[in-house]
């Protein structure tokens, strides 16, 4: 698909529709989860930690349908990648190479890559402060066009 992504409905109407564009009345609304939902079985412990410490504030707020979960699996591994990456980095930022000179730790671009996957995945949550300041307030979906003529005519 080329261009930009399509701004979700839910999205719009948190913008207040800045755009004045029409609002999609056909848009699927996914069920939202409970604060208490369980993280997948196979995930490591370090990355479960992590679930459980941002699925409840992420469910609170609203954020968190049946249809996020996979992405907040992939938040929680690319958290525990970047942690485990990082701290290597700590340890040893700089290595001697095949060729014996100096370089950079290979997990220093590690930590970067897992750190640019979470970025994008907590601005799709709404977990930074950019992403939250085009947040201004919640509107109910608006009722789909009536087909009636004299309610076409009125809305004029």
Do not use: H
């Not at 409905?9 to 529709?17: A, E, P, V």
């Not at 939902?37 to 479960?48: C, F, G, S, T, V």
């Not at 409840?56 to 968190?64: E, H, Q, T």
Request: proline share 10%; net charge positive.
């Amino acid at each position: 698909m080329r261009g930009r992504k399509p701004v979700p409905t839910q999205l719009k109407l948190l913008r207040g529709n800045p755009g004045r564009r029409p609002i999609s009345t056909r848009e699927p609304t996914p069920a939202l989860v409970d604060e208490g939902q369980a993280p997948p079985a196979w995930l490591e412990a370090a990355a479960k930690k992590e679930w459980r410490r941002l699925a409840p504030l992420l469910a609170k707020n609203g954020l968190l349908s049946e249809l996020d979960l996979d992405a907040l699996t992939a938040y929680c591994v690319a958290f525990t990648d970047w942690r485990r990456a990082a701290a290597q980095a700590r340890r040893r930022a700089v290595v001697v190479g095949p060729n014996g000179f100096l370089m950079a730790s290979p997990y220093v671009a590690m930590a970067a890559r897992a750190l640019t996957v979470l970025r994008s995945l907590m601005s799709d949550f709404g977990m930074t402060p950019s992403a939250r300041a085009r947040v201004t307030k919640i509107q109910p979906l608006a009722p789909a066009p009536s087909a009636n003529p004299l309610e076409k005519f009125l809305r004029r």
